[in-house]
């Protein structure tokens, strides 16, 4: 966790928008920069996208445990008949 302390004697604003980087570079929206010069602080919140996992991957994870369940015999498992 990054903290700094600020001097008494500074005031701190607080301005936020979302916008899109661009070359490394973040633009300012107009209604904002006539409040901005200077030396600024910079802080960067991204939201991370997770892939969806499918219902294979989570039933692995997570499978569902039934007490009554018992696995197929190998001739069951071969067995074609009806």
Same mark, same amino acid.
């Given at each position: 966790? #990054?903290?700094e302390?600020? =001097?008494?004697?500074d005031t701190? &604003?607080?301005?936020?928008? $979302?916008t899109?980087i661009k070359?490394?570079?973040i633009e300012?929206?107009?209604? #904002? +920069?006539?409040?901005?010069? %200077?030396?600024?602080?910079?802080? &960067?919140? +991204?939201?991370?996208? +997770?892939?969806?996992?499918?219902i294979?991957?989570?039933?692995?994870?997570? =499978?569902?445990?039934d =007490?009554?369940f018992?696995?197929?015999? +190998?001739?069951?498992? #071969?067995?074609? $008949? %009806?």
């Amino acid at each position: 966790m #990054y903290t700094e302390e600020v =001097p008494m004697s500074d005031t701190m &604003i607080a301005i936020e928008f $979302q916008t899109q980087i661009k070359d490394g570079a973040i633009e300012v929206p107009m209604e #904002y +920069r006539d409040q901005l010069s %200077g030396t600024v602080r910079v802080i &960067i919140l +991204r939201t991370e996208h +997770r892939k969806a996992s499918n219902i294979i991957e989570r039933m692995l994870r997570n =499978p569902i445990r039934d =007490p009554t369940f018992t696995p197929l015999r +190998r001739d069951e498992i #071969y067995n074609r $008949q %009806g």
